[in-house]
């Protein structure tokens, strides 16, 4: 007599499982960087990096420094930026933000052929090639103004059950004619929460 209530008792816990898994959020498009974004407490978020790369691009055009460059528009090269922190992402991310800005506002070029570090070592041969062909060997390399170097490191704490974590981000241009420091700029990113969150 008590296989209908075990089956009905069955019938509601299946039944639960639906509602719960219907009542999942779809997934849709948010607006990237926006208050919709996903919040991390312990990783870097694409809105940290947004908001980074905004407040050093604004910083490093108010101090005029590339219209002291001796090529106009000034010329940069890329240094390596690294990344100090257990979260896992792309550094270039922070730097393409800002390349974009200079680049297409006509602010700065970047030589993508300079150094061991070349972006572009299919066209730093080329004109290696080119240049010893000419006889020219060092004057046909591009000579950059300044150089773009940083590092991006972390802070955590902990009370009880809430979590916080300080990402601070470090961006320095040197001018490479001089080797001294032209520019540099910090950015801390606070975050704290006992889990992540949609929303900010």
């Not at 290696?128 to 300044?146: E, H, K, L, T, Y």
């Not at 040197?174 to 910090?186: C, D, L």
């Amino acid at each position: 007599m008590r296989f209908p209530a075990i089956r009905s008792v069955a019938s509601l816990a299946s039944l639960s499982i639906f509602v719960a898994v219907g009542c999942g959020s779809p997934a849709k498009y948010v607006e990237t960087g926006s208050p919709e974004s996903i919040v991390s407490v312990g990783d870097v978020d694409m809105q940290d990096i947004l908001k980074a790369s905004s407040g050093m691009l604004e910083s490093l055009i108010e101090t005029g420094i590339l219209k002291t460059a001796q090529a106009k528009p000034a010329q940069l090269v890329i240094d390596k930026v690294v990344n100090d922190t257990s979260s896992q992402f792309d550094v270039g991310e922070l730097l393409y933000r800002m390349r974009e800005q200079l680049v297409n506002s006509g602010q700065a070029t970047v030589i993508t052929t300079f150094g061991a570090n070349a972006e572009d070592k299919t066209a730093q041969e080329q004109l290696r090639a080119q240049a010893f062909r000419q006889g020219n060997a060092v004057d046909g390399m591009p000579s950059p103004d300044f150089s773009l170097s940083g590092k991006i490191t972390q802070v955590k704490r902990q009370a009880g059950n809430t979590q916080q974590t300080t990402y601070t981000f470090r961006l320095t241009l040197t001018n490479i004619r001089s080797g001294v420091e032209a520019w540099t700029k910090t950015v801390d990113m606070t975050k704290q929460g006992t889990k992540n969150s949609v929303g900010f």
